[in-house]
Structure formats: C-alpha cells, structure tokens
C-alpha cells in the first residue's frame, strides 16, 4: 500500500519558470491538501480539496494554482515560479479530519 | 481561525532522560488536536490525536499527551527518550474542518 507519492523529489527552477507538483493517493479519502514547509515557521496550507471536483484556498495560496483531476490525484502548479516559491512542499490526504492526514515524503523545491 | 504555539524551537536531552514539549492553542470553536513526528527527508507522521474523552491520549511508542482545555495546552511528553525518538514534532490543531493549522516545530535531539 503506497499510500501518498509525490513527485518529483527535487527540482531545480529558473526564477519565471512553470512547473507541477503531481500526488496521487490510493487509501480513497475524500480530501488532499497542498502545505509548503520552512524553516522555524511549520507547515502552511496552500490549498485544499474537500471532495473531488471542489478546491479551497488555504493560508498562502498566491502563486499556486491546483488541480484535482479525480479522486485519487491532486496537482499543483506554478505557473511563474519566485524565489520566495523555494520550500519543500507536502501532500497531504484524509479520510476525515478526526483521522489525521497522511502525508508524501515531500518534493524539494528551489528557485534561482 | 485557529492556531498553535510551540513554546521551544529545539530541546536537547540525554538518552533515558524525560522530556516534554509545549504546545499551546487557539480556538473559539471544539477542536482536535494531533501530534506528528518528522524524520529527516520524510514526510509527517501522525503520533498521537486527541479528539474527545479521555484527556490523556498514548502513542504505541511511549509518547503520552495530555489536554488541558483550561490552559489551552496539549503537551508532549516521554519518561524515558531513546536515540531513535530524535526527530521533529509538530502540534497541529483543527476545528473539524478542513483548515488543520501547524506548529512551527520542536525539533527533539536525544544524546548518548
């Protein structure tokens, strides 16, 4: 059971350029979840997906733009990628929330 | 909309040693409150979740946390630490939606 994957692990971007960030989870929960994680300040929510078919912002969604292409996969995309943008970023998905969330391993993100 | 305090960014503790880490939290509303531990170059894990009842909620690897509604805590705490609990915990809050809000961290060093 794989549970979450995210990929790519690493990636490397030009200030400006575009790029997705693809999770896909195969525990059939209902809601995904985007976070970004950096130094001293914990992980932020970027976005959401309660369902499939619906997407929320979360805390820090300027930038990104997401995708839930079906139950299983929860994309999400830069379309003009900043420094600021550099950060390790989490997939996450649930059950429901009383469960907690299963997490991916993460995909390391640095923008030059 | 809710959110969590970590009182300490880093402990360090001898091996066998106790420890606790401090979180506190901010809600107007029920919540839930989790635990995750995180390795290096992995992903989050659920440790331990308080959802109702009993205040007192236990890990299967020693780790107890006890809530304190009065206090407003949800402290993390261990008698006795091994080498391998060396990692970093993360408080998490959720007011039974979507929205679960993070820790900025306590990153946990066990020395020999």
């Known amino acids: 059971n794989a549970g979450v994957t995210q990929t790519p692990k690493f990636q490397v971007l030009k200030t400006g350029q575009s790029m997705t960030l693809q999770c896909a989870q195969d525990?059939?929960?209902?809601?995904m979840y985007w976070y970004r994680q950096d130094p001293g300040m914990g992980l932020r929510l970027i976005y959401y997906?309660?369902?499939?078919?619906?997407?929320d912002k979360g805390e820090v969604p300027n930038g990104y733009n997401v995708s839930r292409l079906n139950k299983r996969e929860f994309s999400l995309r830069l379309e003009s990628a900043a420094p600021s943008q550099t950060s390790v970023y989490f997939c996450?998905?649930?059950?429901?929330?009383?469960?907690?969330?299963?997490f991916g391993s993460g995909t390391r993100l640095t923008v030059v | 909309a809710q959110s969590v305090t970590q009182l300490d960014s880093q402990v360090p503790v001898f091996e066998e040693a106790p420890v606790e880490l401090r979180c506190n939290y901010s809600s107007s509303v029920s919540v839930y409150l989790f635990w995750y531990v995180q390795y290096p170059n992995q992903g989050l894990q659920l440790l331990l979740k308080?959802?109702?009842?009993?205040?007192l909620v236990e890990s299967i690897n020693g780790f107890e946390a006890e809530f304190n509604k009065s206090q407003t805590s949800f402290h993390l705490r261990k008698p006795s630490v091994h080498i391998s609990d060396t990692a970093e915990y993360f408080c998490?809050?959720?007011?039974?939606?979507?929205?679960?809000?993070f820790g900025a961290g306590t990153r946990l060093t066990v020395k020999p």
């Open positions: 998490a809050v959720s007011a039974h939606n979507n929205d679960m809000r």
């Open positions: 525990m059939n929960h209902n809601s």
């Open positions: 997906s309660a369902s499939e078919g619906t997407t």
């Open positions: 996450a998905s649930s059950r429901d929330t009383s469960y907690g969330y299963t």
């Open positions: 308080y959802l109702s009842g009993s205040t």
